[in-house]
T-cell receptor, first 123, second 110 residues
């Protein structure tokens, strides 16, 4: 089954204690991305990766790091979490963007797969 | 002007009603448009892509007006199970990343 798997699903931690949220996809997708979702602010992109060893900042990268050492994994690292990073986090993956139009022509149903989310609370 | 703007709602409608969501986007170079559905505390899931000519999928109709930079979603004969938040999504920016609206919440009541 095609899926994006995030772990953990729920995490409560304290300020300053480094943590990593893992994300793994089994669809051989090249593009992966992390979002955070906060009430009234919608989904905001943190970091994204176009391919292995290629990562770029999204709209809200401060306080986060990522790595893409292999295609299937895209962990999100919070070196020193702070309370303002309390949020719902989603990892997502999709095929290479230039293939999107081709897939749309095939009536592909799923442009971007999302993980089930990680609810993080930083005390 | 925000990149993707939606009426936050909530829209409270009775079963069987027709409801329309609107969305505007600021980047005229945007290439692709989508509607996603998100249930409470769940991940967003693609509902439908939006094509220039307009497209329909069962009770759902999506339309795009590039001149006005406006996207719409029409839901006919609303079901209780349609209750969710509907996200307008635009593929834009220099890297072609997906940009999400904040979502419009729909509650369908019996």
């Amino acid at each position: 089954e095609a899926q994006v798997t995030q772990n953990p699903r729920y995490l409560i931690t304290v300020t300053g204690k480094k943590l990593t949220v893992t994300c793994s996809q089994n669809m051989n997708h090249e593009y992966m991305s992390w979002y955070r979702q906060d009430p009234g602010l919608g989904l905001r992109q943190i970091y994204y990766s176009m391919n292995v060893e290629v990562t770029d900042k999204g709209d809200v990268p401060e306080g986060y790091k990522v790595s893409r050492k292999e295609k299937r994994n895209f962990p999100l690292i919070l070196e020193s979490p702070s309370p303002n990073q309390t949020s719902l986090y989603f990892c997502a993956s999709s095929i290479k963007r230039r293939d999107l139009d081709f897939l749309r022509s095939l009536l592909a149903k799923n442009i971007q797969y999302f993980g089930a989310g990680t609810r993080l609370s930083v005390l | 002007r925000k990149e993707v703007e939606q009426d936050p709602g909530p829209f409270n409608v009775p079963e069987g009603a027709t409801v329309a969501f609107n969305c505007t986007y600021s980047n005229s170079a945007s290439q692709s448009f989508f509607w996603y559905r998100q249930d409470c505390r769940k991940e967003p899931k693609l509902l439908m892509s939006v094509y220039s000519s307009g497209n329909e999928d069962g009770r759902f109709t999506a339309q795009l007006n590039r001149a006005s930079q406006y996207i719409s979603l029409l839901i006919r004969d609303s079901k209780l199970s349609d209750s969710a938040t509907y996200l307008c999504v635009v593929k834009g920016g220099s890297q072609g990343n997906l940009i999400f609206g904040k979502g419009t919440k729909l509650s369908v009541k019996p």
